[in-house]
């Protein structure tokens, strides 16, 4: 099992920073890839950004958070980051962490209980 506790969501006017953080705990040694999800109210979830474990940690954005949103990760915390500049309005929306660790023949997914980040004037 792998518990994630996220921090960092909150009020921001738009064209502001904030930076998520989401601690894992844990089986952490069997993760091979973290997130960040988003989900609107009356949308889908959605990945705004992942990072591999490994020594290299190839990352991938989603088209709308490309050259705004940073994903990073501290091994020796089991923590991993979302640097997200020059917020919009449509960035307002809960984020969620994920976590997906191999288990048996296929892999799990975790997450956490999700941040509040509303982008308003």
């Known amino acids: 099992q792998v518990q994630l506790v996220e921090s960092g969501g909150g009020l921001v006017q738009p064209g502001g920073s904030l930076r998520l953080s989401c601690a894992a705990s844990?089986?952490?040694?069997?993760?091979?890839?973290m997130g960040w999800y988003r989900q609107a109210p009356g949308k889908q979830r959605e990945l705004d950004a992942s990072?591999?474990?490994?020594?290299?940690?190839?990352?991938n954005y989603a088209d709308s958070v490309k050259g705004r949103f940073t994903i990073s990760r501290d091994n020796a915390k089991n923590t991993v980051y979302l640097q997200m500049n020059s917020l919009k309005p449509d960035d307002t929306a809960v984020y969620y962490c994920n976590a997906r660790r191999f288990s048996g023949a296929g892999s799990a997914d975790y997450w956490g209980q999700g941040t509040q980040v509303t982008v308003s004037s």
């Open positions: 990072i591999t474990s490994g020594s290299v940690g190839y990352r």
């Open positions: 844990g089986s952490t040694n069997s993760i091979y890839a």
